[in-house]
């Protein structure tokens, strides 16, 4: 059974490396104002981030951390323009390495996280999970908009214009060569 997080908010940078060697795991908030990214591509950026991780060791000694970011955001609707609720869940699982060829060397099911020595910004990835898991179009699921304002009417074939710019070309390509 999964408790919820609570209410402090997470440290945002942190050394990946230790944190991994000594299995450290961390719960705790993220407001979605302290992520620019996220903020800017939804309609309101209040509410906050649920934020679980487990830093460790992989099955092949690489160091991983894994978890789950939730938060419940408000965006736009692209049928009726009207503010809806989204739910947002990113699953991280993540190798942390120092570089691309670290990374390419990687088990398929981890992804890299790439970082330098010391610290690293822990709200980036974080930011970086949620909005790889937007939508690339919200709508709500019911019918927002009456079908009959997609509809304009009787569909009306329209006559050629008599000054038709292509009518050159028309006659060229019936001459004899």
């Known amino acids: 059974m999964s408790k919820a997080p609570s209410e402090h908010s997470l440290p945002r940078q942190v050394d990946p490396r230790k944190f991994a060697q000594q299995r450290i795991k961390l719960e705790g908030m993220i407001k979605i104002s302290a992520l620019p990214r996220l903020a800017g591509a939804v309609a309101e950026p209040t509410g906050s981030v649920a934020v679980e991780l487990a830093f460790g060791i992989g099955d092949q000694g ?91 009417g009787e569909a009306v074939d329209e006559p050629e214009p008599a000054n038709n710019p292509f009518s050159v070309l028309e006659q060229l390509k019936g001459s004899p060569k």
């Not at 978890?67 to 991280?92: D, H």
């Not at 790439?114 to 179009?137: F, K, Q, R, S």
Request: aromatic residues 6%.
């Open 62 to 152: 690489e160091k991983v951390l894994n978890g789950t970011a939730k938060a419940q955001v408000q965006v736009i609707c692209q049928r009726c323009l009207e503010v809806m609720p989204l739910e947002l869940e990113g699953k991280l699982s993540l190798a942390i390495v120092w570089n691309e060829e670290q990374a390419e060397s990687l088990p398929k099911h981890l992804d890299p996280w790439i970082t330098g020595e010391g610290a690293a910004d822990l709200y980036e990835i974080i930011e970086e999970e949620l909005l790889l898991n937007l939508p690339m179009v919200a709508y709500h699921e019911e019918a927002c908009v009456d079908k009959a304002s997609f509809s304009s």
